[in-house]
């Protein structure tokens, strides 16, 4: 799967870029709730390979909670540097809000 190819190419790249920005990766629950991410996109990007997805306990008080952990690969790495329609348009990922700006 390329970026370009993909229903929603900008919101697929802020995702990578979100995923490539941390470095221990984010929770699924953490891109649905908080940045709005659908759970087939992130499905989409792990099924490509762009994504990887494990599943880790966690706890939360005295309760442990089973999470799913998702990290980019050098693949998603490298369709974010190819992607051909950046250079029109850069997308910056900065706390927990994804901006588009317009280069100039």
């Known amino acids: ?3 370009v190819t993909s229903p929603q ?8 870029k979100l995923l490539a920005s941390s470095p221990h990766g984010a929770t699924a629950a953490l891109l649905v709730r908080a940045h ?7 499905a989409g ?6 994504a990887t997805a494990e599943r880790e306990t966690m706890k939360a008080g005295v309760k442990p909670v ?6 980019i690969t050098a ?4 369709a974010i540097e190819e992607c051909r329609w950046c250079s029109t348009r850069r997308i910056s990922v900065r706390g927990s809000r994804a901006r588009r700006e317009q280069d100039f």
Do not use: C, N
């Open 1 to 3: 799967m390329q970026i």
């Open 9 to 16: 190419p900008h919101r697929t790249l802020e995702l990578l």
């Open 36 to 42: 709005g991410f659908d759970s087939d996109m992130i």
């Open 45 to 50: 990007v792990v099924r490509a390979g762009l």
């Open 66 to 71: 089973e999470v799913v952990r998702l990290g």
């Open 75 to 78: 693949a998603g790495r490298k």
